[in-house]
């Protein structure tokens, strides 16, 4: 039986490739976002790819204009913003600049469970979604938008990661949350379908057993997807395990990361053991994707056109240059239930510097730092970044997975899962670390334990503090009543 040259057989495998992701991105996709379910994502997906290259003066403008909209509807529309910004002797009408908006109220996850009902719009034509985020603080937050913002972000979620070679119509592996419940056979097919209309097939991190990472790796090097799409600290153990035990594997074009923050030595080792470049990715429940990286890998390119992002101090105040803050967010296409200066309990760096090297002229965010509550307190006022911890840990080769846990302002425990035993100079070293960090005040412990769990949303928390800084609570509160 005549068999062609490899070269041959290469070409044909890619011809055979880009004739797939043809047909699925331009003629499947179509046909059911907006033929079928008769959404707007595509055409809203193509005004982006547009709006991108506008300089960032024009992107600012049409931002404001998007944003007087929105105050005014929420206006007219919302009773609790009404009476709250009628309270406060704010009027939308006045808002001319985004100078003019620094005085509006910021509001955070309890401002939402207090007044989720009051916060609806009551305007008429707007069917509501209704969402919640998967509690990775504690208590999921239950939500609502309408179905224009929705196909807004989904619309952000297909340029974000088009960035990085991973649009719809690209093949990809996904480890990422799974459902816990199981799903009923009606919706388990629709999931089927979806996923096969956007060519991605979904292994569950929430569960990486040896014999789950060799099925992985399997299913990897049989289908050898365009893009690999992850939650970071699953794919970081992972990429760990496949470079202890030498593991090659096949090497997509990129690797999008996200739902956790994503650390130096996680990049290099994620790109290490799969030979692609990693490409970081910022969003949420609420919002989807905030944030991406373009090929530059300067920082993340803001969802701007969609959404107000600002990182303020603990004052309420924008943040200098280099300096971290809260990250507070105003949904400008959410009129089902608005979103108007969010704390969503992330912090950040506000890129200093001008236009990235791309050319879009969209703004930069240069980095998320974690989580607001992923800090610890100490007895003399001080906070410790809970990033201090995965930059210790990663010089520690037998340590698996940790978590820091503080029960009290002078008691500390950092819980351990290990692949291998820790020596006792280690041990030593990585006690001593820790407690020359926290001072004297605070007792700390090395706990050797055999699993740390998840959250529900199958994350892991790497620090998780029940301390109340009565410091922090009393700029926190300024922050939400500015």
């Known amino acids: 039986m ?7 057989r290469a070409g044909c495998l890619r011809n055979s490739r880009l004739i797939g992701q043809f047909v699925h991105r331009h003629l499947l996709l179509p046909a059911f976002e907006s033929g079928l379910k008769r959404r707007k994502t595509l055409r809203y997906w193509a005004e982006l790819e547009r709006t991108q290259w506008l300089s960032a003066r024009e992107l600012a403008d049409r931002q404001l204009d998007a944003l007087r909209g929105l105050l005014s509807h929420a206006f007219r529309n919302c009773p609790y913003y009404r009476s709250e910004w009628l309270r406060r002797g ?6 001319q600049s985004a100078a003019d908006f620094s005085r509006w ?9 207090a007044n989720r009902f009051e916060m609806r719009s009551r305007g008429a034509g707007l069917g509501l979604i209704s969402k919640s985020t998967g509690g990775s603080s504690g208590v999921p937050l239950h939500f609502d938008l309408d179905h224009r913002s929705n196909d807004r972000r989904m619309a952000s979620w297909h340029r974000g990661y088009a960035w990085a070679g991973a649009g719809p119509g690209t093949r990809q592996l996904y480890l990422w949350g799974a459902p816990l419940r199981a799903r009923r056979p009606l919706k388990r097919c629709k999931d089927r379908l979806y996923d096969w209309l956007y060519r991605k097939r979904v292994f569950s991190s929430f569960d990486m057993s040896r014999e789950r990472e060799d099925a992985f790796v399997r299913e990897l090097n049989a289908t050898r997807p365009d893009a690999i799409v992850a939650y970071t600290n699953p794919l970081y153990e992972l990429a760990r395990s496949l470079i202890k035990r030498g ?22 080792m994620i790109e290490r053991a799969f030979g692609a470049p990693v490409f970081e990715t910022y969003g949420s429940r609420e919002f989807m994707l905030i944030g991406a990286e373009c090929d530059r890998h300067t920082g993340l390119h803001l969802t701007q056109e969609n959404m107000r992002v600002e990182v303020l101090d603990d004052d309420g105040w924008p943040t200098a240059p280099g300096a971290e803050g809260n990250v507070v967010i105003t949904d400008l296409y959410n009129y089902g239930m608005p979103f108007i200066r969010y704390a969503n309990g992330d912090r950040a760096i506000a890129s200093g510097a001008g236009m990235c090297a791309c050319g879009r002229g969209l703004a930069l965010l240069k980095q998320v730092t974690g989580r607001r509550l992923d800090m610890l307190r100490t007895p003399d006022g001080r906070r410790i970044a809970g990033e201090f911890f995965p930059h210790l840990m990663k010089d520690f080769a037998a340590v698996a997975r940790f978590q820091v846990v503080q029960e009290r302002i002078d008691r500390v425990e950092l819980r351990v899962v290990l692949m291998s035993p820790l020596g006792p100079a280690e041990r030593r070293h990585l006690e001593g670390r820790v407690r020359d960090t926290l001072g004297p005040a605070i007792r700390f412990n090395l706990t050797e334990v055999t699993e740390i769990p998840l959250t529900a949303a199958g994350k892991l928390r790497v620090v998780i503090s029940h301390v109340t800084d009565e410091l922090h609570e009393t700029k926190a509160g300024t922050l939400c009543a500015a």
């Open 2 to 8: 005549f068999k062609p040259p490899a070269h041959r």
């Open 90 to 95: 704010l009027d939308p009408a006045k808002v």
């Open 105 to 113: 109220p910021v509001i955070d996850r309890e401002t939402i469970r």
């Open 247 to 268: 593991v090659r594997v096949y090497s997509p074009k990129s690797i999008v990361v996200g739902a956790e923050k994503l650390h130096g030595f996680q990049r290099e």
